[in-house]
């Protein structure tokens, strides 16, 4: 079983920035692609970025690229999100999730492991 937990949520002023974490527990954190989806009330899940499990290799949404960047830790079994220029329509529950794949996943059914989320709160 493989546990995530994030932090780093919470709320700012539109331009300005959050990093969240996500520490990942319970399996060897190099065999899993990583990815960052987000949920704003009302609306689907979707997809944010995505880290392979080198950290060679990452893949963004359209709305967040150029201004959010994922990177991982393997030594420390950590997944990053830095967000700069953050908008109003950011305003969502972030979730972390871990695949049992070694490569880029921007799919939610190609996760195995979920987090609980973190909320981030963007105000104009």
């Known amino acids: 079983q493989v546990q995530l937990v994030e932090s780093g949520g919470g709320l700012v002023q539109a331009g300005g920035s959050l990093r969240l974490s996500c520490a990942v527990s319970?399996?060897?954190?190099?065999?899993?692609?990583m990815g960052w989806f987000r949920q704003a009330p009302g609306n689907e899940r979707e997809f944010v970025a995505a880290?392979?499990?080198?950290?060679?290799?990452?893949y963004y949404a359209d709305s967040v690229k150029g201004r959010f960047t994922i990177s991982r830790d393997n030594a420390k079994n950590t997944v990053y999100l830095q967000m700069n220029s953050l908008k109003p329509e950011d305003t969502a529950v972030y979730y972390c999730?871990?695949?049992?794949?070694?490569?880029?996943?921007?799919?939610?059914?190609?996760?195995?492991?979920w987090g609980q989320g973190t909320q981030v709160t963007v105000s104009s």
């Open positions: 880290i392979n499990w080198s950290g060679g290799r990452t």
């Open positions: 999730a871990a695949g049992r794949s070694m490569a880029l996943l921007s799919k939610a059914y190609q996760y195995d492991y």
């Open positions: 319970g399996r060897t954190f190099s065999d899993y692609g």
